[in-house]
Nanobody
Framework: VQLVESGGGSVQAGGSLRLSCVFSGYSYSSYCMGWIRQVPGKEREGVAVIASNGGTSYADSVNGRFTISRDNAKNTLSLLMNSLKPEDTAMYYC???????????????????WGQGTQVTVSS
């Protein structure tokens, strides 16, 4: 499995960004897919996760502002981020794991394939 993210950048608070991830490998539709962010010196945070059946879950900090989606025909994952805040600044990683990972409260630790990450910077 290989994952390649794109779409990061710098934006002012209140703005929007869309992150994309391309999955290379087999059986994309069967994987649990998620976005995880990390700030240096802080613990990683699972931002959003989407199951193979399209079920989603969000961190409280982004619920109502971010939307995760997947296109199983194109092997892609997206994260639409609206109403961005300075505290959303982080490196964002696309991650994949076994289907059952999506149903764990610790799903972010169970996704074992990661991309290289894309930086998101939100200025006030």
């Amino acid at each position: 499995v290989q994952l390649v993210e794109s779409g990061g950048g710098s934006v002012q608070a209140g703005g929007s960004l869309r992150l994309s991830c391309v999955f290379s490998g087999y059986s994309y539709s069967s994987y649990c897919m998620g976005w995880i962010r990390q700030v240096p010196g802080k613990e990683r945070e699972g931002v959003a996760v989407i199951a193979s059946n399209g079920g989603t879950s969000y961190a409280d900090s982004v619920n109502g502002r971010f939307t995760i989606s997947r296109d199983n025909a194109k092997n892609t994952l997206s994260l639409l981020m609206n109403s961005l805040k300075p505290e959303d600044t982080a490196m964002y990683y696309c991650a994949a794991g076994v289907a059952s990972a999506c149903y764990s409260s610790s799903w972010a630790r169970r996704l074992d394939h990661w991309g290289q990450g894309t930086q998101v910077t939100v200025s006030s």
